[in-house]
Structures are given as structure tokens and as C-alpha cells.
């Protein structure tokens, strides 16, 4: 086991891991993957630690990053890694900075409700998130072959442009970034939000077959798939009522909400 003044590792079976920030408020939960050959990293937190010293410790194949989508809280170690993946209506975005949000903004979110000792590197006054191009870009439908494992991407838009989620065939978890978390509402209330497409991936993925755990990027590590159905439910309800527009607010269904 690993011991860590910043990350905490949860082992989810001998070949995966949860790393988690729980000393921040957004509880941000980044995943290593380990396959045959190499293994994927799913974001690489909120930068204020450096993840790479954790993957060391778990891993000496080659990582390769996986970027559920370009915010802040999970892109934070991007530079430390030499292969990094977005989905391409997200990389301008991890090229050029995330639209809409000022540093002003980006720094008070981040050095704020922090429970657990900051490295000395971490300076709330000059962070930065990460910016730089990707190696390549991901599109909906790519299979990533890891040996032991298939890993299928599915594009969720909504919550940013470029969301993704990534479905671990052969295991049946579901990972699902910042589209499906229990505890604090799931949102789509910025501009660069859409209410509409956020509904219609939440669908979509209530629809996959054989998911056996379901993995948020925030708050409770690892949901029951029943948490789908309650999915389908509550994107009926949003639906019928007219509900799916930004200025509703916030909707709570069992086990998770949504903000529009
Ligand atoms: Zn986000
Ligand atoms: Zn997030």
C-alpha cells in the first residue's frame, strides 16, 4: 500500500487504481489502468501535487494520459506526461486555455477548503493550469487495446464540449468524469455548457450494456450501475417538464443531481 501526504490510493483490482485528492474540496479522482504492453492514465488530477509520483510507485510500463475532458481539476500533471489524449472538440481548449474562465477564477477554485498540507510547490498565487498540445485527439467509437483489457470511448458532450467517457469492456466499469457523480450536482450551467447534449450522453450511456461499477471523476469513489436507471428516469422527467435549459437550477433524483 502507499502511503502519501497529498494522493490517496484505493487499489480497485490488481490491475487498477483509483488516485484521489480527498485533501480538496472537488474530491477529484484521477485512474491508472494497467494493461499488457502499457497502461492509461483517465486526467491527471488538480495539479496542486505531482501525480507522476504515485504512477512511479505503481507502474514501470509506459503511461499514456486520457483526458475525460480539459478543466482544471483534471488536467493538473498533463506536463508531466510525454502522451497525452483529448477528444478533439476539447483541445483547443488544452491548447489555448479553457474559454470562459478567468485565472482569477481558476486560483480561487483551487486554493480554496483544502483539509490535508499543501506541497511547498504549490503556490495558490501563481498556479497555472497545464496548456499544450496533445498528441493526438480521440474520437467517438476508438477502441484502445491494452492486452488484457478494451477500452471504448464514447464522446459525451455537455458538460464541456469534448467530454468523454471510457468504458472498460472487459471489466464492466464505466468511467464517467465529470457527466455522472453522486453528492454535488453534476453541471451544465456555464456557457460552454449545454443542458441539451448533457441529457442526451447521460442517455446514451444508461445504455451500455454490462457496466459493473460506475467511477465519477468527484465525491464517492466507485456507484452502483443501478444508478443508470435512475439516470433514465430522471432524463424522462427533465424532459417532459421542459427542465432541460440553462436557469432551471438545480434537480435532485436519487443518488445524484444536475444543474442547469
Ligand atoms: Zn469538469
Ligand atoms: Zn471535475
Same mark, same amino acid.
Given at each position: 500500500?502507499?502511503?502519501?501526504?497529498?494522493?490517496?490510493?484505493?487499489?480497485?483490482?490488481?490491475?487498477?487504481?483509483?488516485?484521489?485528492?480527498?485533501?480538496?474540496?472537488?474530491? @477529484?479522482?484521477?485512474?491508472?489502468? %494497467?494493461?499488457?504492453?502499457?497502461?492509461?492514465?483517465?486526467?491527471?488530477?488538480?495539479?496542486?501535487?505531482?501525480?507522476?509520483?504515485?504512477?512511479?510507485? %505503481?507502474?514501470?510500463?509506459?503511461? =499514456?494520459?486520457?483526458?475525460?475532458? @480539459?478543466?482544471?481539476?483534471?488536467?493538473?500533471?498533463? *506536463?508531466?506526461?510525454?502522451?497525452?489524449?483529448?477528444?478533439? &472538440?476539447?483541445?483547443?481548449?488544452?491548447?489555448? *486555455?479553457?474559454?470562459?474562465?478567468?485565472?482569477?477564477?481558476?486560483?480561487?477554485?483551487?486554493?480554496?477548503?483544502?483539509? +490535508?498540507?499543501?506541497?511547498?510547490?504549490?503556490?495558490?498565487?501563481?498556479?497555472?493550469?497545464?496548456?499544450?498540445?496533445?498528441?493526438?485527439?480521440?474520437?467517438?467509437?476508438?477502441?484502445?487495446?491494452?492486452?488484457?483489457?478494451?477500452?471504448?470511448?464514447?464522446?459525451?458532450?455537455?458538460?464541456?464540449?469534448?467530454?468523454?467517457?471510457?468504458?472498460?469492456?472487459?471489466? *464492466?466499469?464505466?468511467?464517467?468524469?465529470?457527466?455522472?457523480?453522486?453528492?454535488?450536482?453534476?453541471?451544465?450551467?456555464?456557457?460552454?455548457?449545454?443542458?441539451?447534449?448533457?441529457?442526451?450522453?447521460? =442517455?446514451?450511456?444508461?445504455?451500455?450494456?454490462?457496466?459493473?461499477?460506475?467511477?465519477?471523476?468527484?465525491?464517492?469513489?466507485?456507484?452502483?450501475?443501478?444508478?443508470?436507471?435512475?439516470?433514465?428516469?430522471? &432524463?424522462?422527467?427533465?424532459? =417532459?417538464?421542459? %427542465?432541460? +435549459?440553462?436557469?432551471?437550477?438545480?434537480?435532485?433524483?436519487?443518488?445524484?443531481?444536475?444543474?442547469?
Amino acid at each position: 500500500m502507499i502511503f502519501d501526504t497529498w494522493f490517496t490510493v484505493q487499489q480497485i483490482d490488481n490491475y487498477t487504481y483509483a488516485i484521489s485528492e480527498y485533501g480538496h474540496w472537488e474530491k @477529484v479522482h484521477s485512474f491508472l489502468l %494497467l494493461g499488457n504492453h502499457k497502461a492509461i492514465l483517465i486526467d491527471t488530477g488538480l495539479g496542486i501535487d505531482n501525480i507522476r509520483r504515485i504512477t512511479n510507485q %505503481l507502474t514501470n510500463l509506459p503511461i =499514456e494520459v486520457i483526458t475525460t475532458h @480539459v478543466h482544471t481539476d483534471h488536467i493538473g500533471s498533463h *506536463g508531466e506526461f510525454e502522451k497525452i489524449y483529448v477528444h478533439e &472538440a476539447d483541445k483547443e481548449w488544452l491548447v489555448h *486555455g479553457i474559454k470562459g474562465l478567468t485565472i482569477e477564477q481558476i486560483r480561487k477554485d483551487i486554493s480554496r477548503d483544502i483539509t +490535508k498540507p499543501t506541497p511547498v510547490t504549490f503556490n495558490p498565487a501563481t498556479y497555472q493550469p497545464f496548456q499544450g498540445e496533445p498528441t493526438d485527439v480521440l474520437n467517438d467509437g476508438d477502441l484502445i487495446e491494452l492486452g488484457n483489457r478494451t477500452l471504448k470511448i464514447y464522446h459525451t458532450p455537455g458538460h464541456s464540449p469534448g467530454h468523454i467517457c471510457i468504458f472498460d469492456e472487459t471489466n *464492466g466499469y464505466l468511467f464517467t468524469g465529470d457527466l455522472l457523480y453522486d453528492e454535488t450536482p453534476v453541471y451544465a450551467f456555464y456557457p460552454s455548457t449545454s443542458p441539451v447534449d448533457l441529457i442526451a450522453s447521460l =442517455e446514451r450511456m444508461a445504455m451500455i450494456p454490462n457496466v459493473k461499477k460506475v467511477f465519477g471523476s468527484h465525491n464517492t469513489l466507485g456507484l452502483s450501475p443501478a444508478i443508470l436507471e435512475e439516470v433514465k428516469i430522471a &432524463a424522462k422527467y427533465l424532459k =417532459e417538464n421542459d %427542465l432541460v +435549459k440553462f436557469g432551471t437550477g438545480v434537480h435532485t433524483f436519487n443518488g445524484f443531481s444536475v444543474q442547469f
